[in-house]
């Protein structure tokens, strides 16, 4: 007998950054992408948030995602209570952590959700990267 196939499940996307850029990066890509608001949880880092109860939020937000099926990351700065408090909440589970988080790296992120855990995150760096671009030039 053939073993079934399954569909690939698509990938959550948390994102832990300082507040409030992680709500407002989800705002943001809801204006592209209206059903976003669902896809992404978001944890937004006040500056006298005791990592503790970051932590707390963090695991707060994963299980409102759904505790199954993989689950990408997102913060902002690396050593930051954001990034740490993330790398405790990733260790152990079917997750990555990408640092640096921008606007078109969430795009691309959730643009290719459906995609195997490490292409998504080589997708995610690809977009945030190609979003750092110089676009105008001092006049001579």
């Not at 959550?12 to 949880?41: M, N, S, T, Y």
């Not at 740490?84 to 990555?96: I, M, P, T, Y």
């Amino acid at each position: 007998m053939p073993a079934l196939l399954r569909e690939p499940m698509n990938a959550h996307i948390l994102i832990i950054a300082h507040a409030p850029l992680a709500h407002a990066l989800r705002e943001c890509a809801k204006h592209v992408f209206p059903q976003a608001g669902d896809e992404v949880a978001v944890v937004d880092v006040q500056a006298q948030d005791a990592p503790e109860l970051t932590l707390a939020q963090a695991r707060e937000a994963w299980r409102s995602l759904g505790d199954s099926g993989p689950t990408l990351v997102l913060t902002d700065v690396v050593g930051a209570t954001p990034a740490n408090v993330a790398q405790k909440l990733v260790d152990g589970r079917d997750a990555r952590l990408v640092a640096g988080v921008n606007l078109p790296m969430l795009l691309r992120s959730i643009s290719y959700r459906h995609e195997p855990l490490d292409d998504l995150v080589a997708r995610a760096l690809t977009g945030g990267a190609q979003g750092v671009v110089q676009l105008s030039r001092p006049h001579s």
